[in-house]
């Protein structure tokens, strides 16, 4: 059966007349077969994608799919009565685009997916529908294209212009004479602060509290690391009585285990700044298990709370050799997504100790001392 959509209609909500340009479409519209005829009544999965071509083209935005499903990009299933429909699209795709990206350019037009949830097919309606501009959408066009010093006194409403709404040194700039030299006026006078009081670009000294909001940016990336002790782990399965873990003077020590292969599991949260960009990540340990080897899986994962499971970011998995009564390291530069994005996702480190063969003995140990993680940042974050 072929589905058309019998018309459909576009504008941008503008709730309260807000300072920002709202992040949602109301899209509505409705759905019918082939003679005309509504499509039932029921919850539809459609998605949702903008080109700026009314065939092929490029994919600008989506898809955003109604599904049900609790992800990124993702909402309700669409409920049609009589074929009748409204979604709101935004504010971001299941590539956490923002819609508004969309818009920088012209044409756009809009792609429907409609999935018919009795033959399990998908249809997709045709032509595309071009997004036109709305009301205020032309306001704003024409306000981004007023002349250069067009604007007279008598167009601007009395206390319209005040400090709230300039920007820093705006008002200074026109103080300044042409030639650029100053205007006579002691600026101690404007804002009640001498010169002293304030710091240079160039640096000084401070004496005193400094009270900073929001984040400042520093002259060059700075080169971090951030240690994890063993006493931050905890066994991943604490039910686990097979394996006997101590923790002791802030490492994990391995007394007997039960036959080869037989695998120990440690799991820590990470805290990371938001923007540290990950560079490498090592773990350091001591194995005096003399003939026996240990092998060592360490990984780095991030999650997201929006979705199940994790993925692995960093990962390093390598066999020690019992003979050492000296702390080693192993390190791993290759790192996936190393930005840190803590906005969206959470870290932990997870780490998976096996032996090739029984150890039968708790005069020698394996010991765990830390994992470290170094990254740059370029900016200090407040806390």
Do not use: C
Request: aromatic residues 8%; proline residues 4%; negative net charge.
């Amino acid at each position: 059966m072929k589905w058309t959509a019998l018309f459909f209609l576009l504008l941008f909500l503008h709730p309260a007349f807000a300072a920002e340009l709202p992040q949602l479409i109301n899209y509505q519209g409705a759905l019918v077969d082939e003679t005309g005829k509504p499509l039932a009544s029921g919850l539809y999965t459609i998605e949702f994608r903008i080109y700026d071509a009314e065939e092929e083209g490029n994919l600008i935005w989506g898809p955003q799919i109604f599904d049900g499903v609790v992800a990124f990009g993702h909402a309700s299933k669409v409920q049609a009565v009589d074929g009748n429909f409204n979604v709101l699209l935004g504010t971001i795709d299941t590539s956490k685009r923002k819609l508004s990206s969309a818009f920088a350019a012209a044409p756009r037009y809009i792609e429907i997916t409609v999935h018919d949830p009795d033959a399990k097919a998908e249809h997709t309606l045709a032509p595309r529908q071009q997004i036109l501009s709305v009301p205020f959408a032309l306001n704003a066009q024409t306000a981004q294209s007023v002349a250069a010093r067009s604007i007279s006194e008598e167009s601007i409403k009395e206390g319209a212009v005040n400090a709230g709404i300039m920007e820093d040194g705006s008002a200074l700039t026109e103080i300044l004479d042409d030639d650029g030299a100053g205007s006579g006026l002691d600026a101690d006078t404007l804002d009640g602060k001498h010169a002293s009081d304030f710091i240079g670009t160039q640096g000084g000294a401070i004496t005193g509290n400094l009270t900073v909001t929001g984040d400042y940016k520093l002259a060059a990336p700075r080169t971090i690391k951030k240690h994890i002790m063993a006493a931050a782990f905890q066994s991943a399965n604490p039910s686990d009585t097979d394996n006997v873990l101590h923790n002791s003077y802030g490492v994990w020590s391995i007394s007997p285990m039960n036959g080869a292969n037989e695998t120990i599991e440690l799991t820590a949260p990470i805290d990371l700044p938001d923007g540290a960009v990950i560079q490498s990540v090592s773990i350091s340990y001591r194995d005096d298990l003399n003939p026996v080897d240990i092998r060592i899986r360490l990984y780095l994962v991030r999650w997201s709370m929006g979705s199940i499971g994790d993925t692995s970011i960093a990962t390093i998995d390598e066999w020690t050799s019992g003979d050492s009564f000296n702390w080693k390291t192993f390190t791993t530069n290759t790192i996936t997504e190393s930005e840190v994005d803590s906005e969206y996702y959470g870290y932990s480190a997870f780490i998976q100790l096996s032996t090739n063969q029984n150890v039968t003995s708790v005069s020698s140990t394996f010991v765990i001392r830390s994992i470290t993680i170094t990254y740059t940042l370029d900016h200090a974050p407040i806390r």
